[in-house]
């Protein structure tokens, strides 16, 4: 991963960039980039665990089966703890959210691959549509009441404008938090890895203090990838929770 | 690896011409997930785990019914036994009447035959002792008789004899 070669020069966000992987140099809005491969290698992962590892529809599983099931299992009882039974209907929403991240997030640790998520574009989009739907559906499913959302009941009525204009900036908030926290996570990991592996390559005889580091940050990032797929998709249960149940 | 001329310029994040690429291939991405889980793993995981928990349910409840005609059977078992033992009862107390019934007119019958045989021993020895009472009447009257005649006396007939009957029947002086 270092590129390096004598003296310090470390490009901690070469990995990020964005490259046809067939030639040329302009990135069109259908050039196969490595993006396109690394999602793709997303649906891959998926169908390996979600569709081959239950293919067996064994009575007691296997182990890929196991794990498939307690894919399932976990996301089905996320949603139905954070909205309530009547959550389940989106649970393929849900479950295609967490399985995009969680895989984009943990194919990323392998080296020279590239993090999808570590983009401000694909987190943003992600988090847009999870805010939109979110939006809308309060709307069609509570009409104006939905609007109570941002009105705190239990509060004194004289702060209950100011707490209004608060809970709305909170809303509106909520996009850009969902979407920078994964992004930001994703990216800052990555990069702070890709300097030490510089300073390994610097530091000669010392090489191995810097790789011990990357080691465990490597176990770090292996963490954060599964808890940031998990409070991503947390965080969409909850935001779905208000549509469904606006009332505090 | 990256050529310098690839080098980034500070965040890649930030270059906006790569966002039309990006935001396409995740949505295409985004669309082949949702495809592949709604349409094949998400419907197969969740009746596998349907199936899995009605297996569950239903082998505890044959288990339930199982117990439950085995205890059918115990009491069924045990019910028998006491009905037999009864039964075994029954027949012997029917046998010990039957052979107590055969037994009193065995005993009845024997007590019969025993006191004929009594009363015929008797009437016997009653015979017996008459002719022997006679025989002893007719040797003292004999006797007597020769007595008298050696004494001389000649007595009449008749009063020996009754004298002799007389002390015979009220016993040996």
């Known amino acids: 991963m270092a590129e390096a070669n004598g003296g310090l020069q470390i490009k901690p966000m070469d990995q990020f960039m964005v490259k046809p992987l067939f030639g040329g140099d302009t990135v069109g809005i259908f050039t196969i980039t490595n993006v396109t491969l690394w999602m793709a290698m997303t649906v891959l992962a998926v169908t390996l665990l979600m569709v081959v590892g239950a293919r067996g529809r064994a009575l007691v599983p296997t182990r890929g089966q196991s794990m498939a099931e307690l894919t399932y299992s976990f996301i089905y009882k996320m949603i139905e703890d954070v909205t309530g039974r009547d959550g389940v209907r989106f649970f393929p929403y849900i479950m295609t959210i967490f399985m995009f991240v969680f895989f984009s997030n943990v194919l990323g640790l392998i080296p020279w691959s590239f993090t999808t998520t570590s983009h401000i574009a694909v987190t943003a989009v992600l988090a847009l549509s999870v805010f939109i739907t979110v939006t809308v559906l309060g709307f069609v499913l509570n009409g104006a009441s939905f609007l109570r959302l941002f009105w705190v009941d239990s509060a004194p009525l004289a702060l209950r404008p100011i707490l209004a204009l608060i809970e709305l900036i909170s809303y509106f908030v909520r996009p850009v938090s969902h979407s920078i926290r994964l992004a930001g996570a994703m990216m800052a990991g990555h990069a702070v890895a890709k300097v030490f592996a510089g300073f390994a390559a610097a530091l000669g005889a010392a090489f191995f203090i810097p790789i011990l580091a990357v080691t465990a940050l490597y176990a770090l990032e292996l963490l954060v990838a599964v808890i940031q797929a998990y409070v991503f998709t947390i965080l969409t249960c909850v935001y779905l929770k208000d549509a469904l149940h606006p009332h505090h | ?173």
């Open chain 2, 1 to 173: 690896m990256a050529a310098d001329a690839n080098d980034a310029v500070g965040m890649p994040q930030l270059d906006f011409a790569t966002f039309p690429n990006q935001i396409f291939w995740l949505v295409v991405t985004v669309v082949v997930i949702y495809m592949i889980l709604s349409r094949v793993a998400l419907p197969r995981i969740g009746s596998i785990l349907a199936e899995r928990a009605g297996t569950i349910t239903a082998d505890i409840d044959a288990a339930e019914t199982y117990k439950r005609q085995a205890a059918e059977a115990e009491a069924a078992y045990h019910k028998a036994l006491d009905d037999a033992r009864a039964e075994a009862h029954k027949v012997a107390e029917k046998m010990r009447a039957e052979i107590q019934a055969d037994l009193d007119v065995a005993i009845a019958k024997a007590d019969a035959e025993i006191a004929a045989r009594t009363a015929e021993s008797e009437r016997r020895i009653g015979e017996i002792r008459d002719s022997a009472n006679e025989a002893v009447e007719a040797v003292a009257r004999d006797a007597a008789h020769q007595i008298v005649a050696l004494f001389g006396v000649t007595a009449e007939e008749k009063a020996v004899t009754d004298a002799v009957s007389a002390r015979v029947k009220g016993g040996v002086a």
